[in-house]
């Protein structure tokens, strides 16, 4: 199967560009490796070359680089990763023969040529977006300027809800999305703690811990990954937290 380069971009930032990238990347080596027991031990290089799955930073910022660096050093990155100077450079990553690539871009304004670049190297784009109106004009931006007038295939996640806010603020931003015309993923990442933390602790999402709420955080990701296609087929019907059962609720 060619390689496919998928872009996590918006030019807002605080989005979770980032966390998306790596959970992902994180996921789709689960779901493609199914590895139990195959976390290498902390080596010089970070990640593992043989990975099926890279995960690229393009952002100068390089939050992903030191993510990456304190997984490795607390157990193991399951997947393989870099970070790019040139976005262009990614045509001569596809020549690794990896299954998936995920490309952590910058969340600015200034930094629209690397965007820019990336959007030109890419298969898709994933755009997360907070459940909030400061969200809106942003992401807009992003995607009418920058992503939709190049005809590449995107689609927009709400990332980041806190189930305790309700849905008032989950319903406006689907009806908003909706009204804009953009695809959106049924899944829904919620907020927890332990995403917010995971970087700190060099974790991905794949090695938390096995508690209820861990669990939880997993399965978002698990199936956002499957929603895309990445490694497998979601299952029919609606998530048990989609967009469109937690709408429903409303009713």
């Known amino acids: 199967m060619p390689t496919q380069i998928h872009v996590i971009a918006n030019q807002k930032g605080g989005v979770g560009k980032t966390t998306v990238a790596m959970n992902l990347g994180a996921v789709t080596y689960d779901v493609l490796v199914n590895p139990p027991a195959l976390m290498r031990e902390a080596a010089e290089a970070v990640g593992d070359p043989d990975s099926p799955v890279m995960v690229v930073s393009t952002d100068p910022q390089a939050s992903s680089v030191w993510w990456s660096a304190r997984v490795e050093k607390a157990g193991g990155l399951p997947f393989d990763f870099a970070q790019v100077e040139d976005p262009h450079d990614l045509r001569k990553l596809r020549r690794l023969g990896k299954?998936?690539?995920?490309v952590d871009t910058p969340g600015s304004l200034e930094d629209e040529r690397i965007l820019a670049a990336a959007l030109d190297e890419c298969d898709d784009v994933l755009v997360p977006m907070l459940p909030e109106p400061l969200a809106y004009d942003p992401t807009a931006r992003t995607i009418d300027r920058v992503i939709a007038p190049r005809g590449i295939?995107?689609?927009?996640?709400?990332?980041?809800?806190d189930p305790r806010d309700g849905l008032p603020d989950l319903q406006q931003t689907?009806?908003?999305?909706?009204?804009k015309r953009w695809p959106l993923c049924n899944t829904v990442v919620r907020?927890?703690?332990i995403h917010t933390r995971a970087s700190a602790e060099g974790l991905v999402v794949t090695q938390y811990p096995k508690n209820r709420v861990a669990m939880e955080a997993r399965e978002d990701f698990f199936r956002l990954a499957l929603e895309l296609g990445y490694g497998g087929a979601i299952p029919d019907g609606p998530s048990p937290a989609g967009v469109d059962t937690l709408l429903a609720q409303e009713a």
């Open 99 to 102: 299954a998936h690539i995920f």
């Open 191 to 193: 907020r927890y703690k």
């Open 153 to 161: 295939p995107y689609r927009v996640v709400v990332n980041a809800w």
């Open 174 to 179: 689907a009806q908003y999305i909706s009204k």
